[in-house]
């Protein structure tokens, strides 16, 4: 009996709603905490549990790197740091 080699996972490209995040992630993390929620719910049309859980899985995707790697790679760093810093 032969075992078929497992197929590669192929990433979808980014969503809309993922292009969105990521380019206005700067100018949103600038803000305070209330505009910056009401800024999420308005604009983005999601909580702001929403958007942490879609933003911490884009820091996983490759699409989203090569997308915008200047916010993915420090995003990453910030992780990493707090990770160490908390653990």
């Given at each position: 009996?032969?075992?078929?080699?497992?197929?590669?996972?192929?990433?979808?490209?980014?969503?809309?709603?993922?292009?969105?995040?990521?380019?206005?992630?700067?100018?949103?993390?600038?803000?305070?905490?209330?505009?910056?929620?009401?800024?999420?719910?308005?604009?983005?049309?999601?909580?702001?549990?929403?958007?942490?859980?879609?933003?911490?899985?884009?820091?996983?995707?490759?699409?989203?790197?090569?997308?915008?790697?200047?916010?993915?790679?420090?995003?990453?760093?910030?992780r990493d740091?707090?990770?160490?810093?908390?653990?």
């Amino acid at each position: 009996m032969s075992e078929t080699p497992p197929e590669p996972v192929v990433e979808q490209p980014l969503s809309e709603r993922e292009r969105r995040i990521l380019d206005g992630h700067d100018r949103l993390a600038a803000l305070a905490a209330g505009p910056r929620e009401r800024h999420i719910r308005e604009r983005l049309g999601m909580s702001p549990t929403q958007y942490a859980q879609i933003l911490n899985a884009l820091l996983e995707s490759e699409k989203a790197l090569e997308y915008a790697p200047v916010t993915i790679n420090r995003l990453r760093r910030v992780r990493d740091e707090n990770r160490r810093k908390y653990w």
